[in-house]
């Protein structure tokens, strides 16, 4: 899938908590359905953890991320039982408007 090449586009340009470069992010894709995608992001230096989804329409790739605290094995396991779906990613966006998380900081919009 096409979606798979241009993980690497999404994934932060740093981490958000010790600014070390992407390099030294390790990312693994959770979870993916036609449109979208669930990568989770961790930091080798600070073990700091980011969610980014992904989702792609007609206008083209939209990502947000969140701070987690989960490592990449729960992650996977979290989403691997459901597709994503609709609810995902509204619950997602909720939880970033109640925190008042600016995910901008750390994820670019495509
Ligand atoms: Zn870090």
Known sequence: ???EHKHKQVIPQKCPVCEVSQEDLKSMPVG???DRMIM???????NS???VFITQ???GMMTFGVMVDVH???AGEMFSQNPINDDDVINVHRYLQKEGTNIH????QQ
């Open 1 to 3: 899938m096409e979606f």
């Open 32 to 34: 993916h359905s036609e």
């Open 40 to 46: 989770h992001v961790q930091c080798t230096k600070c």
């Open 49 to 51: 953890a980011i969610m």
């Open 57 to 59: 329409n007609d206008v």
């Open 72 to 74: 990449d094995t729960e």
């Open 105 to 108: 900081d750390f994820v670019e």
